[in-house]
């Protein structure tokens, strides 16, 4: 069993900033790509960035350089800097990690709670 622990979320100011953490504990033998997706009221969910363990980033082009996605391997940490918040980035904000439990086991996906982001005008 993989736990995942999402922190950082709050109320914010249009034009502010948050950083996002997700930590990761459990049965890990490999951690591999790691991620942010949100649920915007009113919308599907959608990918915001990823990166994988050599530190490859994705971003949803939407974002417009605003965010910037990062890893810790060593605990097994995935962060979430938002700059520049807009109001319609308010969403709860989900951490997804793609994992091998252990050796020869298939890889799987476990998901974060999700934190709430809140930007007013």
């Known amino acids: 069993q993989v736990h995942l622990v999402e922190s950082g979320g709050g109320?914010?100011?249009?034009?502010?900033s948050l950083r996002l953490s997700c930590a990761a504990s459990g049965t890990i033998f490999e951690m591999?790509?790691?991620?942010?997706?949100?649920?915007?009221?009113?919308?599907?969910?959608?990918?915001?960035?990823?990166i994988v363990r050599a530190g490859d980033t994705n971003y949803a082009d939407s974002l417009?350089?605003?965010?910037?996605?990062?890893?810790?391997?060593?605990k097994n940490t995935v962060y979430l800097q938002m700059n520049s918040l807009k109001p319609e980035d308010t969403a709860i904000y989900y951490c997804k990690v793609d994992v091998r439990p252990r050796a020869d086991w298939s890889v799987m996906d476990y998901w974060g709670r999700?934190?709430?982001?809140?930007?007013?005008?």
């Open 11 to 16: 109320l914010v100011q249009a034009g502010g």
């Open 64 to 74: 417009e350089g605003r965010f910037t996605i990062s890893r810790d391997n060593a």
């Open 32 to 50: 591999l790509a790691m991620s942010w997706y949100r649920r915007a009221p009113g919308k599907q969910r959608e990918l915001v960035a990823g």
């Open 114 to 121: 999700g934190t709430q982001v809140t930007v007013s005008s």
